[in-house]
């Protein structure tokens, strides 16, 4: 259940790893785990606005089963995402991509992080001066106990450019988590979530494929508020921080790290899909437009299936398709198919979330 | 002594309640119960800057008789009225005022607060297309002890405007809240409040009915910071947050929650009234003119009167008359009677605070 | 060990303190003691961009000896150091400089700071208008052990300019600490900081003195972060909160926090500095230039010397320059000697930091 990657650590150059660095099976042991407190919780819901209950409400996180509340799972992520930067994406050009994301175990206040990552695939750029990395990365506990794993590539700039081609190794990735693989808790009882905790009655039944659900909130980003939460995750991407070198680079200025994007909509989310109490899984995602401070942020879903849980009746899965968009009504906005481009849209997320089925309840 | 309303919940429409769907003795179950922690303390210090040692320093607490650090009670008090948000004020037009506000009891760092609101009473405007909703909300813990309870009174528009009147039900509400109803935990010794704590050895008697206190800070607020304390209280009202949809509104911009600028008014105050340890009720108060980000705000305080509190000689309360200004020097300010209107006034309350009195001390 | 500073508060003028006020020998006892929590750590990291594993990594904590995270060493000394405005600079002109700043024991989340300061020294301008005030702060945990001492000295405005003059005493100050007076736990296990926590396998012995380190990374200071993190640590000094008010100051706008720019660098030199995992003393330090929000704080070290603990074979010190610059490429950064100006030059500090020896590791 916990397989290790060996530690192999990889003494990083001062500027960071370039494309050619990356080759298939290279494993890089990311530094300066982290061990998550109640003041990374409350700092998360200060800078997200997140509600969802089970993540600040002791009793319900107990009614379910946990001994504490478990933190949020983006949270989990972002800080888990943020140890591989330095290593993975310190240099690149775009982040084109998720894929695999499987939120394997609850993480508590006090459980520290450590992650681990192997390249899985390379490719270079037909331009000579740039090419894709694709890389497996793992979150452990402090127990060992896989937590997390996803697949990610990034766009990376070559060291130096126009140096001789190698054969493209795409990896196959899975187009989305199967469910049979989503981790539930033995332990969980979902019954706990009752109306009068999260606001909502409707359950795994009450949704349709096909529905469209308008989020009525929005969120305009300050500059402070994302780079807080970015230096919360200790993410290190320079373009999140430095607006004097900014200024010099493609948007002239910041940019938003997309994580907080997520974390974002999935708090704007919680108007609506009250009960989907945890994240399974992200099947993919990509963030489709670059998003900046004074951008205000909304979101859509679009619940793609229902799906079922090997060996529990009492919860299920919904796979959803949240569209995070920016400075426009939801109102407005056209319907948009999977992966249809639109300028307003900065995020696509295909992910399931668990939500209690009524069979039990 | 922990009455409770019933919790017939009330399921909620998409876009939040309007004027018509209040009626007198509605009952709303409001959700998203909250377990507050050290962190949210260490947040609401660094965006207040509150300074009470009761809330910050344990061998204070302790030697109050407290059995660990309580928090603010203004932290307790936008986190519960953040969890009304969504049932009472989501399409509030204005806030237009507070009465009786009783805070009955310490909460700490670990307790989890869950709210409820009663409708008191409603009055049509003779526009037709809104009205006045009064509101009793209670906050209990965990243990169901009642811990603050008020009545506020919201500006509503209708859903379909025009629609035939109804009689005017304006409830009896106090014009202050009797000291012999305020909370004084038994095992309180106030005594503990010495001035190599708090700084001054100013207590009950040294203040005079009539004084003008002017508190020497000024915070300017950022959009960042209002947004982060809003969020931290979970309050869900789009005014605060989306600045998209704000350009189209009255004001063109986002709005600072009231309960923001009050936090800031009593952070200010600590300079002058040190020893005044707790928040025993607020007897009425107004957010006079709207705050923005980029507003300085400044307070003033006078002493409207010394109130003793029965059984007990060691402590009493002075009734305060708090004063939140806006991009004025407080010296250049007139002085100011009750409800009387200036346009740099933000905030006005009429509350009252605990305080050592010198018999025992 | 705890000789304590007699308490002899001075009561605070409403107004704070002028030159006039301080005489040699005179004792300020700080008000306000401040316990830190797990939520103060957090707010750092969220505010400053933290990285270092030993305070946010409770497994290398525990290996180091800890029985738990101690707090970041500029948390606790910008917390102090908060304590001290009100008394000491709340008037200040400007903080002129630093000098024997002593890290002498760890403090945990839930320890209580106290802090305490003695006039050491005055000296009037001869504009008779100002003066300046050399002061010895010491902070105490709640067990009266001294966890931190430092000397500052500030320029004061007089209340009554023109007074008489006095004659000037400038206490005699040491241009450096001495390694021999560094604290080092003796439960400390160095060893403990291995690469897989902190990134690098530097050592003691892997600094050259004269090399000068280029740290990558650069942080933009918006007004909500640099006063977020002064409100984190009390400080109640105006010019950093008061936009109003500084319109019509020098500057006419506010001043980040000094305490802020220090975190800021220490946190940008994580990327070179990975094993310097505690400051052992701040030999001097001034901020040279102010730094305004919009500002690109970077930083650069110079390796001054290696220095060793008697008694400890198994860890070292590095003492070192730390030169932080704001809005400027440190690649265009000419070299710059100890006090050399430079308009980009908003911080340099000369101190130390523990690091572990390759002898037994």
Redo the contacts between chains.
């Keep these: 259940m916990t397989q290790t990657i060996s530690?192999n650590?990889v003494?990083?150059p001062?500027?960071?790893f370039f494309f050619e660095d990356y080759t298939v099976g290279r494993r890089f042991?990311h530094?300066?785990?982290?061990?998550l407190?109640?003041?990374?919780?409350?700092?998360y819901?200060?800078?997200?606005?997140a509600?969802n209950?089970v993540h600040?409400?002791?009793?319900?996180a107990r009614q379910l089963g946990h001994e504490a509340?478990p933190l949020d799972d983006l949270l989990v992520f972002n800080a888990a995402f943020g140890k591989t930067v330095?290593d993975i994406s310190y240099n690149a050009i775009a982040n084109l991509g998720y894929a695999d994301v499987r939120f394997m175990a609850p993480v508590y206040a006090?459980d520290?992080i450590t992650c681990e990552s192997m390249v899985i695939g390379t490719k270079e750029n037909s331009n000579g001066s740039s090419g894709i990395v694709y890389v497996r990365s793992r979150a452990f506990n402090?127990d060992r106990e896989e937590v997390l794993s996803w697949a990610r590539w990034v766009m990376l700039p070559r060291r130096k450019p126009g140096a001789e081609a190698h054969e493209p190794n795409v990896p196959p990735l899975p187009d989305h988590v199967d469910p049979k693989n989503y981790s539930v808790p033995r332990f969980l009882k979902p019954a706990a979530l009752q109306?009068?905790?999260?606001?909502s009655?409707l359950l795994w039944e009450d949704y349709t494929p096909g529905e469209t659900i308008h989020h009525?909130?929005?969120?305009?980003i300050?500059?402070?508020?994302h780079?807080?939460?970015t230096?919360?995750y200790?993410n290190?991407a320079?373009i999140h921080?430095?607006?004097?070198?900014a200024k010099e680079g493609p948007h002239g200025k910041?940019l938003v790290y997309g994580g907080h994007v997520i974390s974002i909509c999935r708090a704007l989310s919680y108007?609506?899909l009250?009960n989907g109490f945890a994240i399974a899984a992200i099947h993919g995602g990509t963030h489709a437009n670059p998003s900046f401070a004074?951008d205000?942020i909304y979101c859509r879903h679009v619940v793609v299936g229902r799906e079922k849980i090997p060996g529990r009746d009492d919860v299920g899965a919904l796979r959803l398709r949240m569209i995070g968009v920016k400075?426009?009504?939801l109102a407005k906005l056209p319907d948009l198919g999977p992966g249809e481009k639109n300028d307003a849209v900065v995020l696509e997320l295909d992910y399931s979330v668990l939500i209690p089925r009524r069979g039990t309840t």
């Design positions: 530690l650590a003494p990083r001062a500027g960071g042991h530094v300066v785990p982290r061990t407190t109640a003041g990374d919780a409350s700092t819901i200060a800078l997200t606005g509600r209950p600040c409400c002791l009793p319900l509340m330095n006090g520290t402090q109306p009068h905790y999260t606001g009655g009525p909130g929005g969120m305009t300050e500059e402070a508020d780079m807080s939460a230096r919360l200790q290190t320079r921080f430095d607006a004097y070198a910041r108007d609506g009250e004074g205000t400075n426009v009504s």
